[in-house]
T-cell receptor, first 113, second 115 residues
Framework: GENVEQHPSTLSVQEGDSAVIKCTYS??????FPWYKQELGKRPQLIID?????GEKKDQRIAVTLNKTAKHFSLHITETQPEDSAVYFC????????????FGQGTRLTINP | NAGVTQTPKFRILKIGQSMTLQCAQD?????MYWYRQDPGMGLKLIYY???????DKGEVPNGYNVSRSTTEDFPLRLELAAPSQTSVYFC??????????????FGEGSWLTVV
């Protein structure tokens, strides 16, 4: 099955600095790559996604880059703020057979004031 | 439009008991999923359904059963609960368009403890 590796598992940055989380995947047919943010005790919420025909997508302080050749994609958060502290999950959309999302292991991001 | 609704939110079960986690969606989405999330871990797919009457196993189906008699409902049944099933369970739904993938909407989660 699809293997999604996410790094790092924990990340601590100073407020105002940038944070980068990276995911690699194995199935070259995958075509949709969302990122989810999960605050403590809450459900995962979609924050940004990218499709395979695009190399980069930006939404205010958040951006995602995709390298289909190397099979990796990254989440970039700039000018980090305390409310960015959460667990972030990448996911890969599997299209072979029935559709489903396979999630990375998660990154616990802590923003230090 | 409530999205995806799960009940109960919290439950404590004794070893060997059975229970059903309810999930309903009002978005008329074809695809529904059950994930479990162990403490400090990612989401693992238990079962999924591509439409009424169709279900299939995910990564961790052992100890669970599902049914999908209607588009709206996708209950998850735990038979003979075990401590290893202590987890947070998330139901989710998406439209299931084949070409480009769609946003997956999660329910608020059900916290289950087996003692």
């Amino acid at each position: 099955g699809e293997n999604v590796e996410q790094h790092p598992s924990t990340l601590s940055v100073q407020e105002g600095d940038s944070a980068v989380i990276k995911c690699t995947y194995s199935d070259s047919a995958s075509n949709y790559f969302p990122w989810y943010k999960q605050e403590l005790g809450k459900r995962p919420q979609l924050i940004i996604d990218i499709r395979s025909n695009v190399g980069e997508k930006k939404d205010q302080r958040i951006a995602v880059t995709l390298n289909k050749t190397a099979k990796h994609f990254s989440l970039h958060i700039t000018e980090t703020q305390p409310e960015d502290s959460a667990v972030y999950f990448c996911a890969v959309h599997i299209i072979q057979g029935a559709q489903k999302l396979v999630f990375g292991q998660g990154t616990r991001l802590t923003i230090n004031p | 439009n409530a999205g995806v609704t799960q009940t109960p939110k919290f439950r404590i079960l004794k070893i060997g008991q059975s229970m059903t986690l309810q999930c309903a969606q009002d978005m008329n989405h074809n695809y529904m999923y059950w994930y479990r999330q162990d403490p400090g871990m990612g989401l693992k797919l238990i079962y999924y359904s591509v439409g009424a009457g169709i279900t299939d196993k995910g990564e961790v189906p052992n100890g669970y059963n599902v049914s999908r008699s209607t588009t709206e409902d996708f209950p998850l049944r735990l038979e003979l609960a075990a401590p290893s099933q202590t987890s947070v369970y998330f139901c989710a739904a998406n439209e299931g368009r084949a070409i480009s993938g769609n946003t997956i909407y999660f329910g608020e989660g059900s916290w289950l403890t087996v003692v």
